[in-house]
């Protein structure tokens, strides 16, 4: 499990310690590209990276540069989270009992369903179909779309919402735009040489065997 949870001790007051040492500060959760949502998970359970390689079918020559014929796929990651209405930990900032990011919870709701509120929050970024920033404990992805986001909620999970959504990469392709500008000079035809490869003009004339073919196709009425 990624994230965090409650240790109790006899003799210790109950404290928030760190699950796992991939964490980070600002806390994992998504971003959209425009910075107006910015959705923390409260626990993340745990994540899958997928990193491809396609490489080329057709024989390579010998010699020739092997990196040209592999291409690298799209990343797709996969993170399963989970909202609550008891969050045992600030978004940012020092705790107040000495582990960076985590403050003691005194049981209570921050307010009515707020695990709902986030998931909804989730949900509405994701229909947004717009690029969102993803923080994991392996890696920052700077710009993802968000692919699918499932969710079972049952009777045992009580009073929290535990989702699964996968993200993928996108290309963005850049277009340019080039002109080019150039002058036509016709050939000189004075030069014999010109005249000779210079495409004849028939003036509507025919040869006499095109002539009668005309004449016969007339005749058979293939011309109105």
């Given at each position: 499990?990624?994230?965090?949870?409650?240790r109790?001790?006899?003799?210790?007051?109950p404290?928030?310690?760190?699950?796992?040492?991939?964490?980070?500060?600002?806390?994992?959760?998504?971003?959209?590209?425009?910075?107006?949502?910015?959705?923390?998970?409260?626990?993340?359970?745990?994540?899958?990276?997928?990193?491809?390689?396609?490489?080329?079918?057709?024989?390579?020559?010998?010699?020739?540069?092997?990196?040209?014929?592999?291409?690298?796929?799209?990343?797709?990651?996969?993170?399963?989270?989970?909202?609550?209405?008891?969050?045992?930990?600030?978004?940012?900032?020092?705790?107040?009992?000495?582990?960076?990011?985590?403050?003691?919870?005194?049981?209570?709701?921050?307010?009515?369903?707020?695990?709902?509120?986030?998931?909804?929050?989730?949900?509405?970024?994701?229909?947004?179909?717009?690029?969102?920033?993803?923080?994991?404990?392996?890696?920052?992805?700077?710009?993802?779309?968000?692919?699918?986001?499932?969710?079972?909620?049952?009777?045992?999970?009580?009073?929290?919402?535990?989702?699964t959504?996968?993200?993928?990469?996108?290309?963005?392709?850049?277009l340019?735009?080039?002109?080019?500008?150039?002058?036509?000079?016709?050939?000189?035809?004075?030069?014999?040489?010109?005249?000779t490869?210079?495409?004849?003009?028939?003036?509507?004339?025919?040869?006499?065997?095109?002539?009668?073919?005309?004449?016969a196709?007339?005749?058979?009425?293939?011309?109105?």
């Open positions: 499990m990624i994230g965090w949870f409650t109790h001790d006899v003799e210790i007051n404290r928030k310690v760190p699950a796992s040492l991939f964490s980070r500060e600002e806390g994992f959760g998504v971003d959209s590209s425009d910075k107006t949502d910015s959705i923390r998970f409260d626990l993340l359970v745990d994540e899958s990276h997928t990193l491809e390689f396609e490489a080329s079918d057709h024989p390579i020559e010998n010699g020739a540069v092997i990196t040209d014929h592999v291409t690298q796929k799209l990343r797709t990651c996969t993170v399963t989270g989970m909202f609550t209405n008891f969050p045992d930990r600030n978004e940012f900032g020092e705790s107040t009992d000495g582990y960076t990011g985590v403050q003691v919870s005194d049981g209570t709701p921050v307010k009515d369903n707020r695990a709902r509120e986030l998931f909804i929050e989730l949900e509405n970024l994701a229909m947004q179909r717009k690029p969102v920033r993803l923080v994991t404990a392996l890696h920052v992805y700077p710009e993802m779309i968000i692919t699918s986001l499932p969710v079972k909620f049952g009777a045992e999970d009580g009073e929290s919402i535990k989702f959504m996968t993200l993928r990469e996108f290309k963005v392709a850049e340019k735009k080039t002109v080019a500008f150039g002058k036509f000079r016709p050939p000189d035809m004075k030069s014999s040489e010109n005249r490869i210079a495409p004849k003009q028939t003036n509507g004339k025919v040869s006499a065997k095109g002539k009668e073919l005309v004449d196709a007339v005749s058979a009425g293939g011309f109105n």
